[in-house]
């Protein structure tokens, strides 16, 4: 039997994990490499692979109307490591999915460890990987480490692109005072009682709200010296960065006060309601939703305070922020997601300039997916662009523009026009996110089957 060499990825994150997944499940031997715990990033807290650190939701898991939920649906059809463990280890979101986020890393990395075809490694890749390295995986991510990033940067001649992503702080659910706070979900969304009471909600009157607003304002921030002027991901702005754009941005964003009643007094409606999620299984922590900050950690405490329910909190967590580090995929990257530059090189999750986790693991799943059929000398097209997954390898590979390329969460945007008018008629916005996703599902298992041909 022919012995089979090793594919390498860097990087035990979301697509790191998930690429390895994919290519053990090929039947292709790969060696996963890890750097922590031997060297940590700024926001990282463990050694697990696939951490999250950030928000603990996967987002929307409606996959008939919505972009995000259309992506789990293809990966939970491609067998995908990362979506199965979210699921197992799922928390009620009122629609969304979020996750024990300790669990969820714990079974990832027991899973991948079990695996006969997959061995990890932990250390830092110092620079580019060996020559003698004929396939790579780079997933670092968004906290590349220096010296790798500077390696790639050296070879590109390309200084890349960064901007700011932001962390959330978590409270101690028995700090929250519930003779303020209730539980309830947006619209009551969900299809058992513990998921339409998914969030807890804090109501703030015109006069909490504009106090508020003063003091997260005054507040001081941490400043980023050399690195200031680097923009920030719209999808994950400091609550303080969305204030500064007027006075109501927060009412219209995280802090909306809509498809909620206040069970304390639903006479009057709250001018402002800030929501906590569940952050794991035991429901004894709560991230504030929306509330990525730079604030310095003495301000956020007494600022977060303010918020009425918040007033004897307990952090388990603050908020930080780091610096997201990404290439200029549409002019680096070529159509199978290799370094046109040293094409044994292929890039997949945030660092490639997709934005979010589920996107992160989905370009793994791709990344492995090809770079198996590589090893293996099978034939293997890219997915077409009308799949969720297939939009985003467009957008990153050429669909963007070079010039301007920012990060990008999936969305229907990015998906090639409808071919034919919609059925019956139909006009409306979720109708027509319902005909995409039909026509993606279709396009999927078609390029699902093509896999099995192979």
């Known amino acids: 039997m022919t012995q089979i060499d090793p594919i390498h990825v860097v990087g035990g994150g979301m697509a790191g994990s998930e690429a390895a997944w994919q290519i053990a ?23 697990g692979l696939a951490e999250l650190v950030c928000s603990n939701s996967f987002r929307s898991d409606d996959h008939e109307t919505n972009a995000v939920g259309l992506l789990h649906w293809e990966m939970r059809q491609a067998g995908g490591l990362i979506i199965g463990a979210g699921d197992r280890n799922s928390l009620p979101a009122g629609g969304a999915l979020a996750v024990d986020r300790d669990a969820f890393s714990a079974e990832v990395t027991a899973t991948l460890e079990a695996h006969p075809l997959v061995t990890i490694e932990r250390g830092e890749i110092p620079g580019l990987p060996p020559a003698e390295w004929d396939s790579v995986i780079v997933a670092t991510g968004p906290l590349t480490s220096p010296a790798l990033a500077d390696a790639i940067r050296g070879l590109t001649g390309d200084d890349g692109l960064a901007f700011f992503d932001a962390i959330a702080p978590i409270v101690h659910a028995d700090s929250v005072d519930l003779s303020k706070a209730w539980f309830q979900s947006r619209y009551d969304k969900g299809e058992t009682e513990e998921e339409r009471t998914a969030y807890l909600n804090c109501p703030m009157s015109r006069e909490q709200y504009e106090a508020f607003l003063d003091a997260l304002l005054a507040a001081p921030k941490t400043e980023f010296k050399e690195w200031e002027g680097t923009p920030y991901f719209e999808g994950c702005l400091p609550i303080e960065v969305m204030a500064e754009r007027g006075r109501e941005t927060l009412r219209y964003g995280p802090l909306k006060p809509v498809g909620l009643t206040n069970p304390h007094d639903p006479t009057v409606k709250p001018h402002a309601i800030v929501q906590l999620r569940k952050e794991n299984a035991l429901g004894t922590l709560f991230n504030i939703v929306g509330f990525q900050t730079k604030m310095k950690y003495a301000a956020q405490t007494e600022v977060f305070r303010m918020i009425p329910g918040l007033e004897e909190a307990r952090f388990a967590r603050l908020g930080g922020i780091h610096r997201n580090t990404f290439l200029n995929s549409p002019r680096l990257l070529d159509g199978r997601m290799r370094l046109k530059a040293d094409p044994r090189l292929r890039f997949a999750g945030q660092v490639t300039g997709v934005e979010g986790y589920v996107e992160s693991a989905a370009m793994g799943l791709l990344a492995g997916r090809l770079a198996a059929a590589e090893r293996l000398g099978v034939a293997l097209d890219t997915p077409p662009p009308t799949t969720a997954i297939g939009a985003l390898l467009n957008h990153i590979t050429g669909g963007a523009d070079a010039s301007t390329f920012q990060p990008m969460n999936v969305n229907f945007g990015l998906f090639p026009p409808l071919d034919a008018p919609l059925k019956g008629g139909r006009r409306g916005k979720r109708d027509r996110a319902r005909a995409y996703a039909e026509r993606a599902k279709a396009h999927w298992v078609d390029w699902l089957g093509q896999r099995a041909a192979a």
Request: proline letters at 9%; a negative charge.
């Open 25 to 47: 499940a090929m039947g292709v031997p790969v060696v996963l490499h890890e750097m922590r715990p031997d060297r940590k990033t700024d926001a990282h807290q463990t050694d």
